[in-house]
């Protein structure tokens, strides 16, 4: 050594064997600390180059690989972002703009998952909460372009297989889009329809209305009625009976509560469809 004095840390020579460095001072966040190491990330002390250095090699927190952790880094923030796939591509099932997961509804068309993705979770416009583009027999009654969507490709049902209100002709049978219970025509024109049920089932008797082109129930009731006619024996289709109903003007409840698909009503066996 140059002046034979005593080898130390700080002194700018590489001790061999004993110092991994020695950049002859005390600064610690120079790339050599004041222990002659180098820095490194994690280990405490914010080195050139560094945004941050948290002492730790956990990549969750706000101080991943020694950055500011942000969204598109890569690195998922616990508590703060759902995912973080470390690109901006907004196609792909991480979006950037927050770190959330993709999902239908988003605004953002997933590549290969999504046909649509118009931002919304209405079921009447041209991309419906399936994200695929709407189209006839999908079950979601487009506004403005369909008049009916009864989930299926077939006519005579209430909904023909292109999409517009039938008026059924009497004795027309059908069922519930839910339940499958039968239903029968006991009258209908342009304007209205009798409906009954052959069957103590369950129905959703607004659906079947809207299915066959009319707006809503107008009454419903009749539980103790036969097919198309109120307590009458011998009534049918071809012998309509006493048109009456128990329950009244419809309020827009049934009488055995409700599902996804609208209120149910049971034990009855007549209601009307009308146009407001």
């Given at each position: 050594m140059?002046?034979?004095?005593?080898?130390?840390?700080?002194?700018?020579?590489?001790?061999?064997?004993?110092?991994?460095c020695d950049d002859g001072n005390d600064n610690d966040a120079d790339g050599c600390n004041s222990m002659c190491m180098p820095g490194s990330c994690g280990d405490g002390i914010i080195q050139d180059g560094e945004q941050c250095d948290d002492g730790n090699a956990d990549t969750t927190d706000d101080c991943p690989a020694c950055e500011l952790a942000f969204c598109g880094d890569g690195y998922t923030q616990a508590g703060v972002e759902e995912c973080d796939d470390g690109n901006m591509d907004d196609t792909d099932?991480?979006?950037p703009t927050f770190c959330i997961e993709a999902s239908c509804g988003d605004g953002f068309l997933q590549a290969g998952v999504e046909m649509c993705d118009d931002g919304n979770l209405d079921d009447d416009d041209a991309c419906?909460?399936?994200?695929?583009?709407?189209?006839?027999?999908d079950g979601f009654e487009f506004?403005?372009?369909?008049?009916?969507?009864?989930?299926?490709?077939?006519?005579?049902?209430?909904?023909s297989a292109t999409c517009e209100g039938e008026f059924l002709p009497v004795c027309s049978q059908g069922v519930d889009p839910g339940t499958n219970a039968p239903w029968?025509?006991?009258?209908?024109d342009?304007?209205?329809?009798?409906?009954?049920?052959?069957?103590?089932?369950?129905?959703?008797?607004?659906?079947?209305?809207?299915?066959?082109?009319?707006?809503?129930?107008?009454?419903?009731?009749?539980?103790?009625?036969?097919?198309?006619g109120y307590c009458q024996q011998g009534t049918?289709?071809?012998?309509?009976?006493?048109?009456?109903?128990?329950?009244?003007?419809?309020?827009?409840?049934?009488?055995?509560g409700a599902d996804m698909l609208g209120p149910l009503i049971c034990q009855t066996v007549h209601w009307t469809c009308v146009n407001n």
């Amino acid at each position: 050594m140059t002046g034979c004095l005593a080898a130390s840390c700080g002194d700018g020579f590489v001790h061999e064997g004993v110092e991994q460095c020695d950049d002859g001072n005390d600064n610690d966040a120079d790339g050599c600390n004041s222990m002659c190491m180098p820095g490194s990330c994690g280990d405490g002390i914010i080195q050139d180059g560094e945004q941050c250095d948290d002492g730790n090699a956990d990549t969750t927190d706000d101080c991943p690989a020694c950055e500011l952790a942000f969204c598109g880094d890569g690195y998922t923030q616990a508590g703060v972002e759902e995912c973080d796939d470390g690109n901006m591509d907004d196609t792909d099932a991480c979006l950037p703009t927050f770190c959330i997961e993709a999902s239908c509804g988003d605004g953002f068309l997933q590549a290969g998952v999504e046909m649509c993705d118009d931002g919304n979770l209405d079921d009447d416009d041209a991309c419906p909460t399936s994200c695929e583009d709407s189209y006839c027999g999908d079950g979601f009654e487009f506004d403005g372009v369909e008049e009916c969507d009864d989930g299926n490709n077939m006519s005579n049902d209430g909904c023909s297989a292109t999409c517009e209100g039938e008026f059924l002709p009497v004795c027309s049978q059908g069922v519930d889009p839910g339940t499958n219970a039968p239903w029968v025509v006991c009258a209908a024109d342009a304007d209205s329809a009798w409906i009954s049920a052959n069957t103590m089932g369950q129905y959703h008797p607004e659906l079947i209305c809207q299915n066959m082109g009319y707006d809503t129930v107008g009454a419903a009731g009749g539980n103790c009625g036969n097919v198309c006619g109120y307590c009458q024996q011998g009534t049918s289709c071809m012998n309509p009976g006493t048109m009456q109903f128990d329950f009244g003007a419809w309020n827009g409840q049934g009488n055995c509560g409700a599902d996804m698909l609208g209120p149910l009503i049971c034990q009855t066996v007549h209601w009307t469809c009308v146009n407001n």
